[in-house]
Each structure stands twice: as structure tokens, then as C-alpha cells.
């Protein structure tokens, strides 16, 4: 267990370079310059089509702890895409020397969330926010995905998936695998526990369960804090 105060994600954590320092803690590992990560902003924002609102697909804390500020909030469906805990987590709830699983998405079926629509007045200084939250290592993808919303409507959506080319990649997703280094894993930003059980009811609250996340918390649950399985 990690001895350290527990932080919080806020906003203000992300508007400066507190967060930054947090994250960089892998010796060797990618740690994004903030050049770096504007750049890869600025190129996923060209791909946007002339007066499309953006949107944003949160399928994981997004859900529960936005800290950006949004014009409209809806229930949606990703689809063609799935969950999966499938990043090697080294930093905020895990640590090099006892990694947890971060979630990300992978190419495959479908996945419930929420769709945040972002104001045009601010849209850059929210979206900076929230690149330095997702891409400060470079661990996933930013892509634009087909997202239903809860009208029927359908719209395009900035999603970050998972990046399959980053050495934190974990080629191992099977439940168990996951479920052990879940268990054990603990950082500045709390446990990688309490991140499972707090999707797990974020999902629940929205009507939106998942079975892949609902039997991964089962499985971590039946772990001790060592990952061994009760």
C-alpha cells in the first residue's frame, strides 16, 4: 500500500504542472511535453467536420469525475468498440514496482457511456485538460468514434482508445490476470480497486452494466489486497 497522501483528480490538479510531475515517474517511460500533447489535439480537432458540435465518449472516471466544463450530457452507446483493462498501470493508482490495469478500448462490440458535448467558446482550454489527463504518456489513441445517444441520434465522438503500439500494453487481458494486479495495486491517486468499484456503480446508476467490468469487480473482490483469490 502506498504510504503517500491520496490525491484527488480536480481541475485545478490538471491545469498545472502538479499533475505532470505525478505521472512522470517511470524512469524511461513516454511522458508527453505539453508542445507534444497540443500538437496531437490540434491534429485530432482537423479531423473534425466543418460546424460538427464535439463531443466527448467517457467510458471510464470521465463518467463519474469529468472536471471539465460541458454544455450537454447524455447517456450513449459506443459502438464497434469494448472495454478492457488492458494498459499496464505504472503511475496515480499503480506503481512500477506493483502495476495495476488501467481500462481502455479495443476494436470489437460495443460499450456504454456517457457523451459530453463541449461549449465552442472554451473548447481548446477544456480539451487541453483533458489531453493531459489521457495522452500524458501516450498510452491510448485519440480517435473519433460512432457514438448513439440516448434520443437515437447518432454523432461522431472524441474517444481515446487503447494505444496497442505503447510497451504498457498488456497482451494478457483475461479477467484473472487483470483481476490480481487490480487488487494489489495502489498510487497517489488512491487504489486501482476503488477505481473498478466505482465504474462498476457509475455503470449501474446509469442502467449502463457492463458484464465484463460487473465480473471483474466480482473477481477483485474475491482477491486479498496481495491479488491472491480467496
Known amino acids: 500500500m502506498n504510504s503517500k497522501a491520496i490525491m484527488t483528480l480536480t481541475r485545478e490538479l490538471l491545469d498545472g504542472t502538479t499533475f505532470a510531475e505525478l505521472?512522470?515517474?517511470?524512469?524511461?517511460?513516454?511522458?508527453?511535453?505539453?508542445?507534444?500533447?497540443?500538437?496531437?489535439?490540434?491534429?485530432?480537432?482537423?479531423?473534425?467536420?466543418?460546424?460538427?458540435?464535439?463531443?466527448?465518449?467517457?467510458?471510464?472516471?470521465?463518467?463519474?469525475?469529468?472536471?471539465?466544463?460541458?454544455?450537454?450530457?447524455?447517456?450513449?452507446?459506443?459502438?464497434?468498440?469494448?472495454?478492457?483493462?488492458?494498459?499496464?498501470?505504472?503511475?496515480?493508482?499503480?506503481?512500477?514496482?506493483?502495476?495495476?490495469?488501467?481500462?481502455?478500448?479495443?476494436?470489437?462490440?460495443?460499450?456504454?457511456?456517457v457523451a459530453l458535448r463541449l461549449s465552442e467558446h472554451n473548447l481548446r482550454d477544456e480539451l487541453r485538460l483533458v489531453w493531459m489527463r489521457e495522452m500524458i504518456h501516450g498510452l491510448y489513441r485519440p480517435i473519433w468514434a460512432k457514438v448513439r445517444l440516448s434520443t437515437g441520434e447518432f454523432v461522431r465522438a472524441i474517444t481515446f482508445v487503447a494505444n496497442t503500439a505503447s510497451n504498457q500494453y498488456e497482451h494478457d487481458p483475461a479477467t484473472h490476470s487483470a483481476a490480481a494486479a487490480i487488487a494489489r495495486a495502489c498510487g497517489s491517486l488512491g487504489t486501482?480497486?476503488?477505481?473498478?468499484?466505482?465504474?462498476?456503480?457509475?455503470?449501474?446508476?446509469?442502467?449502463m452494466q457492463d458484464k465484463y467490468v460487473t465480473q471483474m469487480a466480482a473477481v477483485v473482490d474475491a482477491c486479498s489486497s496481495d491479488g491472491e483469490i480467496a
Open 23 to 113: 505521472v512522470n515517474v517511470v524512469e524511461g517511460g513516454p511522458h508527453w511535453t505539453q508542445e507534444e500533447l497540443d500538437r496531437s489535439m490540434n491534429d485530432t480537432l482537423e479531423h473534425r467536420t466543418s460546424g460538427e458540435p464535439v463531443w466527448l465518449f467517457a467510458y471510464g472516471s470521465l463518467i463519474w469525475n469529468p472536471v471539465i466544463e460541458f454544455e450537454e450530457h447524455q447517456t450513449a452507446m459506443l459502438l464497434d468498440w469494448h472495454r478492457s483493462f488492458c494498459i499496464r498501470l505504472l503511475a496515480g493508482r499503480g506503481t512500477p514496482q506493483l502495476p495495476g490495469r488501467m481500462l481502455g478500448l479495443l476494436p470489437g462490440g460495443e460499450c456504454g457511456g
Open 192 to 207: 486501482n480497486r476503488e477505481y473498478l468499484s466505482k465504474l462498476n456503480q457509475a455503470l449501474d446508476a446509469l442502467g
